[in-house]
């Protein structure tokens, strides 16, 4: 049985850096064609994708975003890391990780459950 | 970056309607085009991927369609159940959403 799960602040304060582990089983993110991305969605708004990191510690991000995030992972432990530096109100959004399958178009095929984080001082 | 544009943005329909939401890209992504479904609290769930493969455990009456720029999600015959927000997904340049069909029965 496959699951994520995201943990982290709940309430972080503008300026400050956010970090987010994601916690998953049933998996290796060592397995050939397996990645683990996050992705946002702020009250009441689209999805948006913010980075992945795969089993050859390629690293991938959203050009927008990407000077703010740092993506990492621990084989060991089974997690991945999310890091956003000088966080903003408009930051304020659910938070999801996911793992992203090798197919043809790269499903993100199982999905944590998310958090909350707020912005706000 | 590719856009995506989902269309409608929302909808009204009745139980057993056949239901169509349109995905267009804006530039060719081939079939590297992925469908979710989001009911209000809950994470996305995979639907269709590579535009017209159905994720197993998805009921059949969910079908995917279409290749390069126009993709159409289908709900042959819509169920309570169904009442969600759609989005499409595509892989083929980095990753994008679509900004959401919310379907309401």
């Known amino acids: 049985q496959i699951t994520l799960k995201e943990s982290g602040p709940t309430l972080v304060k503008p300026t400050q850096t956010l970090t987010l582990t994601c916690t998953f089983s049933g998996f290796s993110i060592s397995t050939t064609g397996v990645g683990v991305g996050w992705i946002r969605q702020p009250p009441g708004k689209a999805l948006e994708w913010l980075a992945v990191?795969?089993?050859?510690?390629?690293?991938r991000y959203s050009p927008p975003l990407k000077s703010r995030l740092t993506i990492t992972k621990d084989t060991s432990k089974n997690q991945v890391v999310l890091t956003m530096t000088n966080m903003d109100p408009v930051d304020t959004a659910t938070y999801y990780c996911?793992?992203?399958?090798?197919?043809?178009?790269?499903?993100?095929?199982?999905w944590g459950q998310g958090t909350l984080v707020t912005v706000s001082s | 970056d590719i856009q995506l544009t989902q269309s409608p943005s929302s909808l009204s329909a009745y139980v057993g309607d056949r239901v169509t939401i349109t995905c267009r890209a804006s530039?060719?992504?081939?079939?590297?085009l992925n469908w979710y479904q989001q009911k209000p609290g809950k994470a996305p769930n995979l639907l269709i991927h590579?535009?017209?493969s159905l994720q197993s455990g998805v009921p059949s009456r969910f079908s995917g369609s279409g290749s390069g720029t126009d993709f159409t999600l289908t709900i042959s015959s819509l169920q309570p159940e169904d009442s969600a927000t759609y989005y499409c997904q595509q892989s083929y340049i980095a990753l994008s959403f679509g900004g959401g069909t919310k379907v309401e029965i």
């Open positions: 590579a535009a017209s």
């Open positions: 996911a793992r992203r399958r090798g197919s043809t178009s790269w499903p993100f095929d199982y």
């Open positions: 530039q060719s992504i081939s079939d590297y």
């Open positions: 990191i795969y089993w050859d510690d390629d690293e």
